[in-house]
């Protein structure tokens, strides 16, 4: 098992995770905007909260575990993974993970100390590994951005921006200004070769497509993440919502770029998940700025696909557990093409 599985897998920990700050928005009796679950009784609120919490714990502990068993006993498989283009990218999957999984706690608020105190050992690694991949794009010739930018690369840019949002949540507003800075300015680096195909969609194998999701993530928690610093959902957030709006209506309308992916399960379909968990997020924060019928239904329907969309995944993941754990991983078969090996 230690030698099949690897930090893609936390894919799945990303997506309930998000799926529980989801459900702990749209079931906060102080949201005006989600009248219609006003009538789930306030008892049962927090036991409901609580179950997806520690759901979403259980997941993830597990997780760390078995990736933390494999660092000991399979170290040369997870400094492969640090050398891959692809796998590379999903070391931030964990502290993401982590991140979100404290800012969606039951009990603890922003300003407690233990809030504080974790937010240190999650956010840390993020930064550490901004350093070392970020440093490589402009310092190493075989790894440069353009040599190895693919989807996945967002979520690098997503990890600096749960990290200013948790920041901005506890009144850091220079430490939640500094990573939303370092995370946008990669943000806009990366999307100019990935819209433009000057590389990425030639990176990644058809099973590995549902990763384009990734595209609507990005600006998604970027406009959560700014409204948090600003205190309102102001201009920039609604510009930041609207594109991901757009990225994400121009994928559904695309179902053809992953017929492909689909024809056979494989654990790259939590990444179809996240994404849309995000932007039901942002549609929240919209509806509660800009009152009216058009954001109230926009809310809706996302956050409804968001449900039907995860439990269409456990169910599926229950269904097809054998195939959970492949021999190859595409994850982490994909190459670089040879083009990327002539840049010096």
Not at 178 to 202: A, E, I, K, N, T
């Amino acid at each position: 098992m230690l030698t099949r599985i690897h930090a893609g897998y936390f894919r799945i920990s990303l997506s309930l995770c998000w799926e529980t700050l989801l459900w702990k928005t749209l079931l906060d009796p102080t949201n005006n905007e989600t009248k219609f679950l006003r009538h789930v009784p306030q008892m049962i609120y927090r036991p409901i909260l609580i179950f997806l919490w520690s759901f979403a714990l259980l997941v993830l502990v597990l997780l760390s575990l078995l990736y933390l068993l494999r660092c000991f006993f399979r170290f040369n498989l997870v400094k492969g993974e640090f050398l891959h283009h692809v796998g590379v990218n999903y070391l931030f999957a964990p502290w993401i993970s982590w991140l979100i999984l404290l800012e969606s706690h039951p009990f603890i608020a922003p300003k407690h100390v233990g809030f504080k105190a974790l937010w240190w050992v999650f956010a840390v690694p993020v930064i550490v590994l901004d350093v070392k991949i970020y440093g490589q794009w402009f310092t190493k010739g075989k790894r440069l951005l353009t040599a190895v930018a693919n989807p996945t690369s967002h979520l690098s840019v997503i990890g600096n921006l749960v990290g200013a949002r948790a920041a901005a949540k506890m009144g850091w507003q220079e430490v939640s200004v500094c990573l939303f800075s370092l995370g946008m300015v990669h943000y806009l680096v990366l999307f100019v070769p990935l819209y433009q195909r000057l590389s990425g969609s030639d990176r990644l194998p058809a099973m590995l497509r549902p990763v384009f999701f990734l595209f609507f993530a990005a600006p998604s928690m970027a406009s959560l993440a700014w409204a948090s610093i600003t205190g309102s959902f102001d201009t920039a957030s609604k510009m930041l919502f609207f594109l991901s709006l757009f990225l994400f209506t121009s994928l559904i309308c695309r179902p053809t770029l992953f017929k492909k992916s689909m024809r056979k399960f494989n654990v790259a379909w939590w990444a179809y998940s996240y994404p849309v968990t995000l932007l039901a997020l942002a549609s929240t924060r919209y509806a509660k700025e800009v009152k009216g019928k058009v954001p109230h239904t926009i809310m809706l329907i996302l956050s409804s696909l968001s449900v039907l969309v995860i439990i269409a995944l456990l169910l599926s993941t229950a269904l097809y557990s054998k195939m959970l754990l492949p021999d190859e991983d595409p994850s982490l078969t994909a190459k670089l093409p040879k083009q990327s090996s002539r840049i010096v």
